[in-house]
T-cell receptor, first 114, second 114 residues
Framework: AQSVTQPDIHITVSEGASLELRCNYS??????LFWYVQSPGQGLQLLLKYFSGDTLVQGIKGFEAEFKRSQSSFNLRKPSVHWSDAAEYFCAVVPSSNTGKLIFGQGTTLQVKP | NAGVTQTPKFQVLKTGQSMTLQCAQD?????MSWYRQDPGMGLRLIHYSVGAGITDQGEVPNGYNVSRSTTEDFPLRLLSAAPSQTSVYFCASRPLQGSYNEQFFGPGTRLTVL
């Protein structure tokens, strides 16, 4: 079945440590790919997106993501996590430009230890 | 620009009651959508619209109605609320052209059905 999968429901990292959040998709063609962040009680904010070109994309707040076609993955990374990064992170895809519907993964909750 | 606004922020309903969740945007975006967010399930698309007078179903449309009489407004109606509709509801919008464009999200409405 076509889907977006975030294998890690909950991740805890220490402040200053590196972070990688995983995202895999199962669509035939390369979709448009997005990462959103949701702070507690807030709406969603776009961190970064990929639709063509350089497979390493830079986003806001020091985040980056790498698109790997062979692995159908779009993992989010940050070299050094800050306490303010504690939030829920969603990977999302637009599988088809024809409909433009945005499909979300289940989300990964990030906890940051002092 | 106010962006995407949603009212109310919180709502408690009794089973069988009806209500309308309001969504408005001032960015002249043709594409608007409604999602519901439930723990462990990410955001799921309820309905979407590609312009005034045009709506279509998403992944989980049952129990919800929408209409789009203007570009700015996209209300979501619950005709007979059920406890299974307890959720956080998000409205989003983007320009129609370019499915790779960012969707802008409202702050959400937290709905409880007793």
């Amino acid at each position: 079945a076509q889907s977006v999968t975030q294998p890690d429901i909950h991740i805890t990292v220490s402040e200053g440590a590196s972070l990688e959040l995983r995202c895999n998709y199962s669509y035939g063609a390369t979709p448009y790919l997005f990462w959103y962040v949701q702070s507690p009680g807030q709406g969603l904010q776009l961190l970064l997106k990929y639709f063509s070109g350089d497979t390493l994309v830079q986003g806001i707040k020091g985040f980056e993501a790498e698109f790997k076609r062979s692995q159908s993955s779009f993992n989010l990374r940050k070299p050094s996590v800050h306490w303010s990064d504690a939030a829920e992170y969603f990977c999302a895809v637009v599988p088809s430009s024809n409909t433009g519907k945005l499909i979300f993964g289940q989300g990964t909750t990030l906890q940051v230890k002092p | 620009n106010a962006g995407v606004t949603q009212t109310p922020k919180f709502q408690v309903l009794k089973t069988g009651q009806s209500m309308t969740l309001q969504c408005a945007q001032d960015m002249n975006h043709e594409y608007m959508s409604w999602y519901r967010q439930d723990p462990g399930m990410g955001l799921r698309l309820i309905h979407y619209s590609v312009g005034a007078g045009i709506t279509d179903q998403g992944e989980v449309p049952n129990g919800y109605n929408v209409s789009r009489s203007t570009t700015e407004d996209f209300p979501l109606r619950l005709l007979s609320a059920a406890p299974s509709q307890t959720s956080v509801y998000f409205c989003a919008s983007r320009p129609l052209q370019g499915s790779y464009n960012e969707q802008f999200f409202g702050p959400g409405t937290r709905l409880t059905v007793l």
